[in-house]
C-alpha cells in the first residue's frame, strides 16, 4: 500500500501541475527512479516550490571551497538538531552517496562530534550548527574560528545560508508531517 508523502496537506497528482514542475519531478523521477516527496509536498504551492529550489540548487549545487559532501554533512548534522525525520533520512542518503560512505550520515545525525571527520569539518559543523540553533549568539570569534580552519568569507556564507535555508526546510517538513520516502534508507548503505 502507497503511503501518504505527508498527512496535513493535500498533495497534487504530478498531471495537475504546471509544466515546469511537472517537468522537474519528471526529471528527478527518471533519474533516481522515484519522486521524493519533499517535491510532491511542496508542489502544493507552485510559487514557492520554485522559489524554494532555486535557493536549494543554488545553494547545494554549485562548486566551491565546500564540496558536496560537506554541503550534505550540514544539512544532516543541523536537521538532526532541529528533529526533522524527512531531511535527516532523505539527506543522510544523499551524504552517503556523495561520501562514499554508508557510516558517514549515522555518525553526524547521532554527534557529529563523534564521527569519522576531519577537525576542518567538525569547525564547520560547529559554526553550522550555531547558526541553526542559536544564531543570535554568533559573534566575531566564531568568524575567527572557522576562518582558522581554511574557510574562506564565501564558504562561510555558504555553511550559514545552507544551515538557514534548511531550517525552513526542517520546520516545513515537521508542519507538513512529510514521510521520508523508503528508497532513501537503503540508498549509499553498500558499497557498489
Known amino acids: 500500500m502507497m503511503q501518504a508523502t505527508a498527512q496535513r496537506f493535500p498533495t497534487p ?9 511537472r517537468a522537474r519531478l519528471l526529471a528527478v523521477q527518471e533519474k533516481s527512479g522515484f519522486v521524493p516527496n519533499v517535491f510532491l509536498t ?14 536549494h540548487d543554488a545553494l547545494m549545487d554549485k562548486d566551491g571551497g565546500l564540496t558536496k559532501a560537506e554541503r550534505e554533512m550540514i544539512v544532516v548534522a543541523t536537521s538532526s538538531a ?7 533520512i532523505a539527506h543522510g542518503a544523499i551524504l552517503r552517496i556523495r561520501a562514499k560512505n554508508p557510516q558517514l550520515s549515522d555518525q ?40 582558522g580552519h ?5 564558504d562561510i556564507w555558504d555553511i550559514a545560508a545552507i544551515s538557514a535555508f534548511f531550517a525552513l526546510s526542517n520546520r516545513m517538513a515537521n508542519v507538513t508531517a512529510m514521510r521520508p520516502n523508503d528508497e532513501f534508507y537503503l540508498m549509499g548503505r553498500l558499497p557498489k
Open 13 to 21: 497528482s504530478i498531471e495537475t501541475l504546471p509544466g515546469d514542475i
Open 82 to 88: 532541529n528533529q526533522c525525520h524527512y531531511c535527516v
Open 150 to 154: 581554511g574557510f574562506t568569507d564565501d
Open 108 to 147: 553526524i545525525a547521532v554527534n557529529y562530534r563523534k564521527a569519522d571527520i576531519t577537525p576542518r569539518q567538525k569547525a564547520m559543523l560547529d559554526f553550522a550548527m550555531k547558526v541553526s540553533t542559536r544564531a543570535h549568539k554568533i559573534s566575531e570569534a566564531d568568524f575567527v574560528e572557522v576562518a
Open 42 to 55: 511542496l508542489a502544493y504551492r507552485p510559487d514557492e516550490f520554485r522559489a524554494f529550489f532555486a535557493y
